[in-house]
């Protein structure tokens, strides 16, 4: 079983933490996986995306055109990667950023609010993490638990401020579907 | 019977390849008699040039390697920071260093390298056969500056001391000549104290020899020695341009 | 203890250089490879060895080899236009019997070109890096665990037969991020290195490192017992990967980064029973002829898949020797070939067989 996801925003949202987060988790349940950032000048403040492959076998192209679950979390990444996602895949948008709805029949379409939430809880700069939590409950690549010691277990005690907004936007995410 | 003069145990005993009244052999035995009187034979690793003292890896007994023109600092730096221990001198022309090495003679000052720098400036290519030298005067003619060198078309030459003297990384620039037997014997002064300053970790150290090229000049070996007294001294001045320890 | 960590290839390059011993390493910044400076600059002062930053790719490939020529094991790493510069000084390196790890973390050019992956330096590793009758051992990792495992593998080799040895990667390898286990290395025995210009110590005739040879009998000579040991290369160190060849009718042929798209292209290919497989050549010198040769003889065609506009397909079509028809296809200037591409081109090749 092999399931490729493209995460895309911009630049600042944590688009390349929510791959290398997913990715890591993966890796930790014995998984094959690959991680492929876009890089360059996009890293200040244009587009942003990565690919994670995720697979039971080993894997060939970490690169991928059609992804099994697109993470959006601006309209032009919408707008790029929405038509890409593979019939019976899934897209997941911050629908505070994106006012659009996906018009395919053949692809599951995931809406959260996630910028919107974030304010409001006292979370800016979460909303990355609030859809991380959409996502896995949404997939079941993984369990809540897992995703979270992951998540919160590099963060040092010092900074548990840090831990405690990531479990709040991973709870508010996981709840929400 | 008393021995008042020897060939230092350093220089090689092979015959050198240097023209009639160059003066490269006199340098070359001032730096092994440092060497011999320091006694680092054993633990120096010299990096030869690109030019006329291209040979000199078969001049001195030490350990040597042959850089690519220019490259000598950056090759002395590579052989320092991995063998601190090991005392590192360069031995490089004014193409060599003041022409295609300039960004490397430049960085080994501000990266404050404890490595010795002997600089050999006789204002011209000589290896090729004369062509015009960073550190060829105005006027001068040479093969690639057959009207003599022209500041308006071939810029002006290069005081390299001068301009090492203004890094922090530098704790000793020094020019000199060996053109006298005084002069030699205040040259193997200022080279001695270049490799101290290395063995006291103080930073780099670089001595300017001003040298002469009988045969590329077009002169005899004695009237070469006036060219340089006359003309070279005048715009490369002799003296310390910085004595201290490097701020690194 | 065997542990995973998840890395970006370039920092993975950097800690196997570390595992390997290497603790000197010589750096200027460039796209799409600087992670390999920043990881270092960040753990050599905690090993006990020097990261330095050098003025220019010129003097930190010159650096490096100061540091060979004493005796130390050391790297000095680039992308495209940085390994152009630093041409010379490997020619030196090679001249002068050194041994050293060179990285290649490609991309696009000619010229300043690009910053997204490419494998246009093909010509430049196995062919043309700095003037002279010279080879490189040049090993073209596709993973982020042999990012790892060959740029060990790389200085175990390069102090072996005394030659410098380059890592052949590019901007997706470097970039992306796999799991690596460092405990899966394994060590050759390297011969000391008693040619090392760092002090005789009075306990020997003083050593030589030089490059200049002027009689030129003596520089043919020179050259001739360095290609003898070229040959031994050539005999015992060919690295390659076979992937569904045994019955395969096209056989694709890809290193690097490609030959991953390729994999996934074939296994989506066999699912619709064409019989089509892959060799990877892992060290791009010594090119892995014998093999490819011998798959020529059985296959039906040949596809060479490179991000290029054609280069290692020159050795496919001197290894196939005219046997079978060989195909090819490309992707430049940054542009990674996708996997459908891949596929319709099996397809088309399938379709005239």
Redesign the interface.
């Known amino acids: 079983m092999t399931t490729t996801m493209i995460f895309a925003g911009s630049g600042g949202q944590g688009i390349q933490f929510s791959g290398k987060q997913t990715a890591k988790t993966a890796m930790h349940q014995g998984k094959n996986v690959t991680f492929l950032p876009s890089y360059g000048p996009e890293m200040r403040g244009g587009t942003s995306n990565c690919t994670v492959v995720i697979s039971d076998e080993e894997i060939g192209s970490p690169s991928v055109t059609s992804p099994d679950v697109a993470v959006v979390m601006n309209l032009p990444s919408f707008d790029k990667f929405e038509p890409r996602v593979k019939a019976g895949g899934l897209v997941i948008c911050d629908s505070t950023l994106i006012d659009k709805k996906s018009d395919r029949e053949d692809i599951d379409a995931l809406y959260i609010p996630a910028s919107e939430l974030a304010n409001e809880n006292g979370l800016t700069g979460f909303a990355n993490v609030i859809i991380l939590g959409g996502l896995i409950k949404k997939t079941g690549l993984f369990t809540y638990d897992e995703f979270l010691s992951l998540l919160t277990g590099s963060i040092p005690e010092s900074r548990a401020a840090l831990k405690e907004k990531n479990e709040k936007a991973l709870k508010i995410g996981y709840d929400l579907v | 019977m008393k021995t008042v003069y020897d060939r230092p145990h350093a220089l090689s005993d092979v015959p050198l390849h240097y023209c009639p009244g160059c003066t490269h052999g006199i340098i070359h035995k001032v730096v092994a008699q440092v060497i011999d009187e320091l006694g680092i034979?054993?633990?120096?690793?010299g990096?030869a040039p690109v030019g006329c003292s291209?040979?000199a890896?078969?001049y001195?007994?030490?350990?040597?390697?042959?850089?690519?023109h220019g490259?000598a600092p950056?090759?002395?730096?590579?052989?320092?920071?991995?063998?601190p221990?090991?005392?590192v001198f360069t031995y490089q022309g004014d193409g060599d260093l003041a022409a295609i090495g300039t960004?490397?003679t430049?960085?080994i000052g501000?990266r404050g390298e404890n490595v010795t720098i002997i600089f050999v400036n006789n204002a011209i290519y000589g290896m090729t056969g004369g062509q015009m030298a960073p550190t060829t005067l105005p006027g001068q003619v040479t093969t690639t500056s057959p009207y003599g060198r022209d500041r308006k078309i071939q810029g002006s030459p290069i005081r390299i001391c001068e301009m090492l003297s203004t890094l922090d990384g530098v704790a000793f620039a020094a020019r000199t000549s060996v053109d006298t037997p005084k002069n030699i014997n205040h040259t193997k002064q200022l080279i001695k104290k270049a490799f101290q300053n290395q063995l006291d970790k103080k930073g780099l150290s670089i001595v300017e020899v001003l040298s002469t090229c009988p045969t590329n000049w077009g002169m005899t070996p004695q009237g070469a020695l006036k060219w340089l007294r006359e003309n070279m001294m005048e715009y490369y001045p002799l003296g310390i341009f910085k004595d201290s320890e490097a701020i690194r | 203890m065997a542990q995973k960590v998840l890395m970006k290839g370039n920092e993975a390059i950097a800690e196997a250089a570390i595992n390997a011993g290497c603790l000197y390493y010589f750096g200027y910044p460039i796209t799409p490879q600087t992670e390999i400076s920043e990881y270092l600059a960040k753990r050599m002062p905690k090993v006990g060895g020097l990261c330095l930053q050098a003025e220019s790719e010129v003097s930190a490939i010159n650096m490096t080899l100061g540091a060979a020529a004493a005796g130390s094991r050391a790297m000095t790493s680039s992308s495209s236009p940085g390994i152009s510069l630093k041409s010379e000084g490997i020619s030196y390196i090679a001249g002068s019997d050194l041994p050293c790890l060179i990285v290649n973390v490609q991309r696009g050019g000619p010229g300043l070109g690009g910053i997204q992956p490419s494998q246009s330096d093909y010509y430049q590793a196995t062919r043309g890096v700095g003037h002279g009758d010279l080879r490189l051992i040049v090993l073209a990792p596709s993973s982020v665990q042999e990012m790892a495992s060959l740029t060990a593998e790389a200085f175990d080799l390069a102090d072996t037969y005394r030659m410098p040895a380059m890592l052949l990667a590019d901007g997706a390898l470097g970039q992306m991020m796999e799991p690596v286990d460092f405990s899966l290395f394994e060590k050759r025995e390297v011969p000391e290195k008693a040619w090392a210009a760092n002090g005789h110590g009075g306990k020997r005739k003083k050593n030589i490192i030089n490059s200049l040879y002027i009689d030129p009998q003596e520089l043919e000579d020179s050259i001739l017992a360095r290609y003898k040991r070229y040959a031994e290369v050539e005999e015992k160190e060919v690295k390659y990967e076979e992937f569904m060849t045994d019955d395969a009718d096209i056989v694709l042929v890809a290193f690097g980064i490609t030959a991953r798209i390729c994999k996934s292209a074939i296994t989506a290919a066999r699912a619709d029973g064409i019989k089509v497989g892959l060799l990877r050549p892992i060290t791009l010198w010594p090119y892995p002829k014998k093999i490819l040769n011998s798959i020529a003889g059985r296959a039906k065609a040949l596809l060479t898949v490179e991000m290029n506009m054609g280069q290692m397909v020159d050795d496919v079509r001197l290894a196939a020797n005219g046997q079978c028809p060989v195909h090819l296809y490309t992707r430049t200037g940054g542009m990674i070939p996708s996997v459908d591409e891949v596929e319709n081109k099996i397809r088309e090749i399938a379709a005239s067989l």
């Open positions: 034979e054993d633990r120096t690793v990096i291209v040979f890896y078969n001195f007994e030490c350990d040597m390697i042959e850089a690519a490259r950056a090759v002395a730096t590579g052989v320092k920071r991995t063998h221990d090991t005392v960004a490397e430049v960085h501000t």
